[in-house]
């Protein structure tokens, strides 16, 4: 039995978990948030308080600023904090060193994202084989429990994949994981993650087609499919972290992931990609200065944190699953939904931020318990899927089960064509006004929308105003 939660990070993600982890502080124990920014973490704080989310007020919720790339460091703050579970939801660019320092003290690991080196993009698959399972044996030998990819995907389409094969399917044919975020922000363009990260997932994708890793560019492949709750919406073929661990753990002949993308996206990110914006290599100004412009992009955009306020809508995710059970062909779609509006009013979140939060609190929960507390590394598809799904039911992410038709109206066709013919498919057609870029958010709709003003022309208006009031 473990106790003690370690969170690492301050971001979007590690917000929700921190809210969700003093509302099961009673199964956790003391909970301290850690950041390169201890400012951020006592935000957080704040907000849980404000919240009164804290279910036994005699446990501890307390801040530490920690440079997680520093082992030594993250090992004597896992000490000090008697921490027995970290959550490691800061950037992936930190998952070797924190899990390091876990195998070092003990602590049982939990990630929600798999480990990137910052000088390489989307290397060659399966991408946990050029980091994390290098560490398996350490981790069996110690009897370290290291849980990989535990947020939602990856993480909880993982556990619906374990739990076709445990009660839906003697055999299975293809996988396809669906995502979507039918919500609205109101800002022109914004990512609902970490820029950097998000951006870097699309530089190119590797899918699991076939029984073998196949490369298709980006945004190349397209369809479009009826959600429940959100309706129809455009989905792209995507790269993705739990294809790398799901094409070995379960047995099917095509496993793939696919993303909700609109047009004005498509747009935005084509446009920057091109001119070199999404570089993550640096380049040299005429005044000597080194730039990488990827970074500037992310300092350039919103914090996505910051879009939580007024985000509407809802995200739909799922796995999609085509097999045979008894002889007889099945299809069911397993998949959760979420209200961005409900996210902000329990835990002062957005929906991405909140499904991804979320299942590591129940992961950690189940370590506490010891139903997951394996003392080796896993991807989530190896663990019994069943306690996690009914945690999340319990804690804010209940999971829904649709029985389809096979090859009905109602099924999913990921079969992948040639290129030229899925090419001619995935075209986006975008609406812009340079007068009022916000018209593109808007398409046939212009006469609701203001037109934008300069700076200057604003602070005018506003002086005008402030006169007329006096």
Known sequence: MKKNVMIIGAGGVAHVAAHKAAMNNDVLGDICIASRTQSKCNAIIDSVNWKGHLKNPAGRLYSAQLDALDIPATVKLIKKTKSGIVINLGSAFINMSVLEACIETGAAYIDTAIHEDPDKVCEEPPWYANYEWKRKERCAEKGITAILGAGFDPGVVNAYCALAVKRYFDKIDTIDILDVNAGSHGRYFSTNFDPEINFREFVKVWTWIDRQWQEFPTHSVKREYDFPIVGKQPIYLNGHDELHSLSKNIDAESIRFWMGFGDHYINVFTVLRT????????????????????????????????????????????????????????????????????????????????????????????????????????????????????????????????????????????????????????????????????????????????????????????????????
């Open 275 to 470: 001119l070199g914006f999404l570089s993550h290599l640096p380049v040299t100004l005429t005044t000597g200065q080194e730039v990488v412009p990827l970074k500037l992009v992310k300092a350039l955009l919103p914090d996505p944190m910051t879009l939580a306020p007024g985000y509407t809508g809802n995200t739909c995710i799922g796995t999609f699953v085509k097999g045979w059970m008894e002889g007889k062909k099945r299809e069911i779609l397993i998949y959760q939904v979420s209200d961005h509006k409900h996210c902000f009013e329990e835990v002062e979140s957005q929906g991405i931020s909140y499904t991804a939060g979320v299942p590591p609190i129940a992961a950690a929960m189940l370590i506490a318990r010891g139903d997951w507390d394996v003392k080796k590394m896993v991807n989530v598809e190896e663990l019994d899927p069943e306690p996690f799904i009914k945690i999340l039911d319990q804690i804010g992410l209940p999971t829904e089960i649709k029985e389809i038709k096979p090859d009905s109206k109602n099924s999913f066709d990921g079969t992948v064509k040639s290129l030229e013919k899925e090419l001619a498919k995935s075209t986006a057609t975008v609406t812009v006004s340079a007068a009022n870029p916000m018209i593109a958010l808007s398409p046939g709709k212009p006469a609701k929308v203001k037109p934008l003003k300069d700076k200057a022309q604003s602070e005018k208006e506003k002086k005008s105003r402030k006169k007329k009031e006096k």
